[in-house]
């Protein structure tokens, strides 16, 4: 019975890994949140008033929440990061 053991890669020097980019605090990120959200929620609340004067509030929280979480996580978010890390780079001057 041999109890040879798998050599485990070595680890990269951390002089040669790239630096984490700064991730912003959970409060700046929930501002973020809430700055796509309330937007996409107002308008899609007005646009699909119409349509669904009818419809159980459940249906129409599910249908208002289909669309506008992927379009906050996906699309919206994503963008409003960047904007935020591009004015707190210019305000560091990195």
């Given amino acids: ?3 040879s053991t798998t050599p485990t890669p070595a680890r990269a020097d951390a002089s040669t890994t790239p630096a984490p980019s700064h991730v912003p605090s959970v409060h ?13 929620v107002s308008i899609g609340m007005l646009l699909l008033a119409p349509i669904s004067e009818s419809w159980h509030p459940v249906l ?5 929440t289909a669309v506008v979480v992927p379009l906050a996580v996906y699309i919206v ?5 960047r904007v935020h890390g591009a004015i707190m780079r210019r305000g560091t001057g990195r």
């Fill in 77 to 81: 978010v994503p963008r409003l990061l």
């Fill in 28 to 40: 700046v990120r929930a501002a973020i949140t809430w700055l796509a959200i309330f937007p996409l």
């Fill in 1 to 3: 019975m041999s109890t």
């Fill in 60 to 64: 129409r929280a599910l249908v208002l």
